[in-house]
């Protein structure tokens, strides 16, 4: 393991600081490293694999359109791509899907759109965006010009123009940036990079508010919190608002690398042919993956295992709180959770994991608990004990 561990940092550029582990193979639940040891994994890829590992009915389905057409260009049609967009679009209210390779190319996607929109309604550019403090949209030049943490920004400026940033959850925040350019709000229902922090209800619908009287377009980025995430396809439907652009990735492919953004009628009608384009979004492989998702999702009752499987998570998480005074508190929304420790929780990670647990971090202070959809209460349990263990030897 050591081995490829070395020739890894001689080989790949020094973007992540990556964990001692080199994986090999999974199993529902479970990942396993080239050494054999098994983990119980409580971070589904950040959030990718809703089903799991090996799922069986998903690698047939990936299996079959292997052996018959893997990629087709946008020059032509291909059958996958339409049975995948009409189950996001089912399952999303939207009207229209453009498929991606990322969740940033997605993000992408939907700033132009959102300034096609504009373009096209006033005849004139330099619109602006107002997106959030602390979120994280991605990192190529577009969709990090709209990500709320400078640290992530700085090195890369100057990035697009016409980007504000409001408080999250503050209504006034965003009510005051508002100009008569603004093209478009983007957000995340729930924030996941920044911390687990859900959108409160009066603030999402009051944002739904300012853009319909405003005639500016609410994006809402569900590449982490949607695809069953939280209890519902996606967040945006336990607020009973509805965006004009929604953008997924992430659990959309369950370990392909395809994204998507969608969008109304109204707001997609704005691009024309030639405003945006892509070689291999929406090919016949990765589309025949996300259509398969949405069939799984449908036949494995998801959304109802995740309704019933996020309260016992949420329980046991509190019990942690209230255990230990170092953890300030607990928030998320489903299965997508954190704990705020009041200090820095990076060291407590590798040790997790030398006890056979896999838990990610988001930001300094918070552990992030996303695991597969499939998730049962013997897991929580077999985690939480994990935890336990660790952070009883912390104190
Ligand atoms: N948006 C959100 C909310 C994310 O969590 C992420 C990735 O973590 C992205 C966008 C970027 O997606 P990707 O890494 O697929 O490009």
């Known amino acids: 393991m050591n081995q490829y561990i070395d020739e890894a940092e001689k080989v790949l550029m020094h973007t992540y600081s990556r964990y001692q582990m080199v994986l090999d193979h999974g199993e529902g639940m479970y990942l396993f490293d080239t050494t054999g040891k098994k983990y119980l994994d409580f971070a589904a890829g950040i959030a990718v694999f809703a089903l799991g590992y090996n799922y069986q009915g998903y690698n047939d389905a990936l299996k079959t359109q292997i052996d018959k057409l893997l ?131 009066q603030f999402i619908q009051g944002v739904r508010k300012l853009c319909d009287e405003k005639d500016i377009l609410l994006i809402f980025d569900e590449i982490q919190c949607g695809m069953g995430r939280t209890g519902s396809m996606f967040a945006y439907e ?84 209230k255990k230990y005074d170092f953890i300030t508190e607990r928030r998320g929304m489903g299965l997508m959770q954190g704990l705020e420790f009041k200090m820095v929780v990076k060291d407590i990670i590798p040790k997790v994991m030398s006890s056979g647990l896999i838990l990610i971090t988001a930001g300094p202070n918070v552990i992030r608990f996303v695991p597969p959809l499939i998730v049962e209460k013997q897991h929580v349990d077999e985690m939480i004990a994990t935890l336990d263990q660790c952070l009883s030897e912390l104190q």
């Open 238 to 321: 336990q607020y009973g608002v509805k965006p004009d652009i929604l953008t997924s990735a992430k659990a959309l492919g369950c370990g392909l690398p395809v994204g998507a953004f969608a969008a109304t009628e109204k707001a997609a009608s704005a691009f024309e042919p030639g405003d945006h384009g892509t070689t291999y979004g929406g090919n016949p492989f990765v589309t025949a993956a996300v259509s398969k998702v949405f069939d799984l999702f449908e036949s494995e009752k998801i959304l109802d295992h995740v309704k019933g499987a996020a309260p016992y998570l949420e329980e046991k998480l509190e019990e942690l709180v």
């Open 71 to 201: 990629h087709s260009s946008n020059l032509f049609y291909n059958a996958p791509v339409v049975e995948a967009a009409k189950k996001l679009i089912k399952a999303s209210g939207m009207d229209r899907v453009f498929f991606t390779s990322s969740g940033t190319e997605a993000n992408e996607g939907a700033i132009k759109l959102a300034r096609k929109y504009y373009f096209k309604k006033h005849g004139i550019t330099n619109s602006q965006i107002i997106s959030m403090n602390h979120s994280f949209h991605g990192r190529s030049m577009g969709a990090l010009s709209i990500t709320g943490t400078k640290k992530y920004r700085e090195a890369f400026e100057p990035l697009i123009g016409g980007v504000v940033f409001a408080e999250f959850n503050n209504l006034d925040s965003v009510r005051e940036l508002i100009q008569e350019n603004t093209c478009a709000i983007i957000m995340e229902p729930v924030q996941g990079e920044g911390g687990l922090y859900p959108a409160t209800a």
